[in-house]
């Protein structure tokens, strides 16, 4: 090699290592109070801009212990931006903890396929802009403000003694006081998603997202109560969809482990599991409540994010989600209808996935009595388990399961279910109406009819 080229190449190398170490801090996963860090490129110097036009902004990071691979950062995040209608610049960002691919000089890295998952966020309602603030103040607290200032988020750990922040290997992020003791954990907090390692607690919820561009929180949440583990959708009262029942326990609560989605009895005697896959090792894996109500495994598998596990089985099928086909819609083998074309129509001719109407609207508590009435679809189900509801009716008629239904002014369906005598049934009352579904009496064995409550047109206007 001529003594130029050489000269060159060894001020190339040199010069990128250079570069490297200066936009490299390598592994900083700590913190102490009186620490300010703003949602800025010039503040947040390990930023990365993806190729989808997702931005990662580190103020603390763990890198994977092998070196490189998928690791946590703690910072400002603005994600599924390319999937934005018209996305302009990213200005929705999210104070979060997300896995981060970083390559072997511990940079954030994979612009394409290694888009920042967030697994835990303080302001999923409320993202803020560039310039927004976070501040781990000398008192201890941790405080995230908007660019005009205006508090969004704290942790409410002022005057707790806390000495300092860290975010650990397994991606939970924790302030500790002095001697080394927790004060607070985001492993505490779970939003829509658990980490291995972490538990979910009675009194905690995973709450889906509203939809893939908006983080707001859904009416779809999974909780541990002492005798079963189970996802509802929120209604008044709320409708469960998925249940797992256990021996009861008081304090019971579920921990995500590798293999396994356990619930334990406090201290940590096993009361019933979910056998989930392995984490491949080396590699990350979550598990996040979607807002289609699933709850999915994801692992970064080299080199993208593959959905590995759904880990919420639902009978008959998957037509038992409660939005499968939105309000008032039929789920019919996957497959999205409206119940009768005299009696409703689509949201949206288009998207049949979007639910339907009431052709004349839905009755309601202001609706007078003499108003309502009662549209009866043979064949048709509903999700519900029937343990939750408005009411249950044993052993009556299906005439007066109809009349419950419009007696109550908040009763907005009504299902009969029975087998060969249709006088000798089970009567379950709904508050809200969600999905619907074909009934398939010969897997759930019994004949099912729902009666849905919409408002008489003046024609039709008259009593049942
Ligand atoms: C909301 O959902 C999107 C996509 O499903 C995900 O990337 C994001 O992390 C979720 N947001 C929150 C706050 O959990
Ligand atoms: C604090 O505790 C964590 C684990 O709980 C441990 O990894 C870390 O080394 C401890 N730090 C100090 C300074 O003792
Ligand atoms: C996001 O969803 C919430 C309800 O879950 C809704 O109130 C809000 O308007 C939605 N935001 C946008 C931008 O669509
Ligand atoms: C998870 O457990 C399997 C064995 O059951 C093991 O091969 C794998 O390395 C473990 N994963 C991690 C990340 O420790
Ligand atoms: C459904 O009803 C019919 C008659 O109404 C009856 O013959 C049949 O056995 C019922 N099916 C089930 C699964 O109960």
């Excluded at 990213?90 to 888009?115: E, H, K, P, Q, R």
């Excluded at 660019?147 to 302030?175: E, F, P, Q, R, Y």
């Excluded at 019933?272 to 996040?288: E, F, I, S």
């Excluded at 409660?322 to 998207?351: E, L």
Aim: proline letters at 6%; a neutral charge.
């Amino acid at each position: 090699m001529p003594r130029d080229t050489l000269l060159l190449a060894v001020a190339l190398a040199l010069g990128v290592l250079a570069v490297g170490l200066h936009a490299q801090p390598f592994d900083y996963p700590s913190g102490r109070p009186s620490t300010s860090w703003a949602n800025t490129d010039a503040s947040l110097t390990h930023h990365v801009t993806f190729m989808d036009g997702s931005v990662a902004r580190a103020a603390l990071l763990r890198l994977n212990p092998a070196g490189f691979g998928p690791s946590y950062a703690f910072g400002f995040f603005c994600t599924n931006h390319g999937t934005a209608a018209g996305a302009g610049p990213c200005n929705d960002f999210l104070l979060a903890v997300a896995v981060v691919y970083c390559n072997s000089g511990a940079l954030m890295t994979s612009v394409v396929a290694g888009i920042p998952q967030v697994v835990w966020s303080a302001n999923r309602a409320r993202p803020v802009g560039e310039g927004a603030t976070v501040q781990f103040t000398p008192a201890g607290d941790l405080v995230l403000k908007a660019t005009d200032g205006t508090l969004v988020w704290s942790a409410g750990t002022a005057g707790k003694s806390v000495a300092g922040i860290s975010i650990n290997s397994d991606g939970n992020l924790v302030m500790v006081d002095g001697t080394n003791r927790t004060v607070w954990q985001s492993f505490d907090h779970p939003t829509d998603t658990l980490l291995v390692g972490q538990s979910l607690r009675q009194g905690a919820r995973l709450t889906a997202n509203t939809s893939a561009v908006n983080w707001s929180e859904s009416r779809l949440y999974l909780t541990v109560a002492d005798d079963s583990l189970s996802a509802y959708v929120d209604a008044k009262p709320p409708q469960r969809y998925y249940h797992l029942g256990f021996t009861k326990a008081a304090g019971a609560y579920a921990t995500y482990t590798n293999g396994s989605l356990t619930v334990f009895a406090p201290p940590a005697a096993p009361l019933t599991t979910v056998q989930l896959p392995a984490v491949g090792a080396g590699t990350v894996q979550y598990m996040r409540l979607e807002y289609d109500g699933h709850l999915r495994l994801y692992e970064w598998r080299p080199a993208r994010w593959a959905p590995v596990f759904d880990v919420l089985r639902l009978f008959p099928d998957d037509c038992a989600f409660p939005t499968v086909c939105g309000a008032y819609g039929v789920c019919t083998d996957m497959q999205c209808s409206c119940p009768d074309a005299a009696n409703f129509r689509p949201v949206d001719f288009r998207r049949p996935n979007r639910g339907c109407v009431p052709a004349a609207a839905p009755a309601s508590c202001a609706t007078p009595r003499r108003a309502q009435r009662l549209v009866s679809l043979p064949g048709l189900a509903y999700f519900n388990d029937h343990a939750t509801g408005l009411r249950t009716l044993e052993r009556v008629s299906e005439g007066a399961c109809k009349k419950a239904c419009l007696d109550d002014c908040k009763c907005m369906a009504a299902q009969f279910i029975y087998g060969a005598d249709a006088g000798d049934g089970f009567c379950y009352l709904q508050s809200e109406v969600f999905s619907l579904e074909t009934s398939l009496p010969e897997v759930v064995h019994y004949n099912s009819t729902m009666h849905l409550k919409v408002q008489a047109t003046r024609t039709s206007a008259r009593i049942i």
